[in-house]
């Protein structure tokens, strides 16, 4: 059974960058009908996707966070990572990575998510 | 950006039928997919590519789509379908992801 495990940071000042990064366990990131993703939810508030990453790093931005956003893949130790910075207090909210299918070379769905991690950047 | 449309909130008695729709203008060319959140967990998926079900997602939870909307039906309402409904799909290039703005289910 795939799970995902994000790394939990916690706490981010303002102005720095909030690194991530979620463990695959139970199945391979080297895998070329799925990429892997990222999808945040600010407190109270709907899902938002972030952005996403195929095992040979190609990635897929959303253009709300592009110029801060930065996702790679470590196919040796099996996981994918977030960089984000010059974080604000708008960027709080609990970031979710899952495993994204593909259907005939378009984004499909998400099909297996980690629990979730709350960032917090203090206003 | 792309978006795609749900109604904030939906409420039905247990037993009776809830839909939430979807509305977007790239449905007619892109699928629909759907998925439950419970308080405090993270989301499931109950339906995908329109009208698929999952292994483990019971029967009564069905999904259409025509033109820009799409339909999640619930049938037979219980109180542990209450929650949080979202829809998602992807612009016409298919490499942009959205998803509605949820919608709220409660079971009277």
């Known amino acids: 059974q795939l799970q995902l495990q994000e790394s939990a940071p916690g706490l981010v000042r303002p102005s720095e960058t909030l690194s991530l990064t979620c463990s695959v366990s139970?199945?391979?990131?080297?895998?070329?009908?799925?990429?892997w993703a990222w999808i945040r939810q600010p407190p109270g508030r709907g899902l938002e996707w972030v952005g996403s990453v195929s095992y040979t790093g190609l990635t897929h931005y959303n253009p709300s966070v592009a110029s801060r956003l930065t996702l790679s893949v470590d196919t040796t130790k099996n996981r994918f990572s977030l960089r984000l910075s010059s974080v604000t207090a708008a960027d709080t909210a609990v970031y979710y990575c899952?495993?994204?299918?593909?259907?005939?070379?378009?984004?499909?769905?998400?099909?297996?998510w980690g629990q979730g991690t709350l960032v917090t950047v203090p206003s | 950006s792309y978006e795609v449309t749900q109604p904030p909130s939906v409420s039905v008695s247990p037993g009776q039928t809830a839909r939430i729709t979807c509305s977007g203008d790239?449905?007619?060319?892109?699928?629909v997919f759907w998925y439950q959140q419970k308080a405090g967990q993270a989301p499931m998926i109950v339906i995908y590519?329109?009208?698929e079900r999952p292994s483990g997602i019971p029967e009564r939870f069905s999904g259409s789509s025509s033109g820009t909307e799409a339909t999640l039906t619930i049938s037979g309402v219980q109180a542990e379908d209450e929650g949080d409904y979202y829809c998602q799909s992807v612009d016409n290039i298919g490499t942009y992801v959205t998803f509605g703005g949820g919608t709220k289910l409660t079971v009277l």
């Open positions: 790239a449905l007619p060319r892109q699928y």
């Open positions: 139970g199945g391979s990131v080297s895998s070329s009908t799925y990429y």
């Open positions: 899952a495993r994204l299918a593909l259907a005939g070379g378009y984004y499909s769905h998400f099909d297996h």
């Open positions: 590519k329109d009208s």
